[in-house]
């Protein structure tokens, strides 16, 4: 034989041998067939979800909500410094920012939740941009849901009504004009914290405004300051659900959360 050919002949012949000696002594187990597989075997019963009643009404309370308005009273809210909560209830119906005295605050707490608000901007119009019509929800007492009179009302993007605010801009314009009210259903994961205080994993929102998705479980990416980037304070644990006073009349009614 030609010696030009000796080599791969060679080649061929050992890794015929060596993937014979592989088949021999293989450590993976031979295949078996599996199991015949049955219905039952992937069902899961116990234990039993949790049963509850959804509200008759798309929009208002299952029976295993926290109500936290319902049109009669503010005694789930209090003030500035722990105070009463100063705002107007209307027609036992709605409550109104009382411009100028601070916002309310849940006396609950809340981490991770799926929280449900109606809000309408004020009947007057008045203002523009961020003037016009602006409160806003903050998750934690920290982060912000804008509420804003967003119909007709040009703004910055990520200051508009259900923006994450100067975080996240919302998918569409969905709002109502101002003598319509709004809902809010947000899906909210805290953030979670090391030991040390520093951030493990940030928070996560979905909203749907007016049952129209406009957060898609983006990333909050800290405190929705006004001035600067956003940052994540130190460790906190579950806190108050917020309502901004920006100084003007915003209204709120049907207010409910569920801890999740
Ligand atoms: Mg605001």
Same mark, same amino acid.
């Given at each position: ?7 791969? $002949? ?14 021999? %002594? ?12 049955? !219905? ?6 116990? !234990? ?5 009643? @959804? ?13 936290? /308005? ?8 209090? #003030? ?18 009382? !411009?100028?005295?601070? *916002?309310?605050?849940?006396? $609950?707490? /809340? #981490?991770?939740? =799926? $929280?449900?608000?109606? +809000?309408?901007? !004020?009947?007057?119009? +008045? ?38 605010y100067k ?6 314009? *969905?709002?109502?004009? @101002? ?13 979670? +914290?090391? *030991? ?12 749907? %405004?007016?049952?129209?998705?406009? =957060? ?9 300051k006004y001035i600067g980037?956003? %940052?994540?304070?130190? #460790? ?7 309502? =901004? ?5 915003? =209204? +709120? ?8």
């Amino acid at each position: 034989m030609n010696s030009k050919f000796k080599w791969p $002949l060679l080649l061929a012949s050992a890794f015929i041998v060596n993937s014979n000696a592989q088949n021999k %002594h293989s450590s993976t187990p031979p295949e078996v067939s599996p199991m015949p597989m049955k !219905p039952q075997m992937t069902e899961i019963w116990n !234990p039993e979800v949790p049963v509850i009643t @959804p509200a008759k009404k798309l929009g208002d309370a299952p029976s295993d909500a926290i109500i936290l /308005f319902d049109g009669s009273n503010l005694d789930q809210w209090v #003030g500035k410094n722990n105070s009463p909560a100063a705002w107007k209830i209307v027609d036992g119906d709605h409550m109104e920012v009382l !411009p100028g005295s601070g *916002a309310i605050k849940t006396k $609950l707490k /809340f #981490g991770d939740c =799926q $929280l449900h608000i109606e +809000f309408s901007a !004020p009947d007057v119009v +008045f203002g523009e941009s961020q003037g016009r019509g602006n409160s806003g929800v903050f998750l934690q007492g920290r982060y912000e849901l804008q509420v804003l009179d967003s119909y007709n009302n040009r703004t910055y993007r990520n200051g508009q009504a259900g923006a994450i605010y100067k975080d996240h801009a919302p998918l569409v314009n *969905a709002m109502r004009s @101002p003598s319509e009210w709004n809902s809010y259903d947000i899906i909210y994961t805290a953030p979670r +914290f090391k *030991a040390n205080g520093n951030l493990d994993y940030p928070a996560r929102i979905t909203v749907l %405004h007016n049952g129209v998705l406009i =957060q898609n479980n983006v990333t909050i990416n800290g405190l929705t300051k006004y001035i600067g980037l956003h %940052h994540y304070p130190k #460790g906190h644990g579950e806190d108050s659900i917020s309502l =901004q006073d920006h100084g003007n009349k915003t =209204q +709120f009614r049907n207010i409910w959360i569920r801890r999740l």
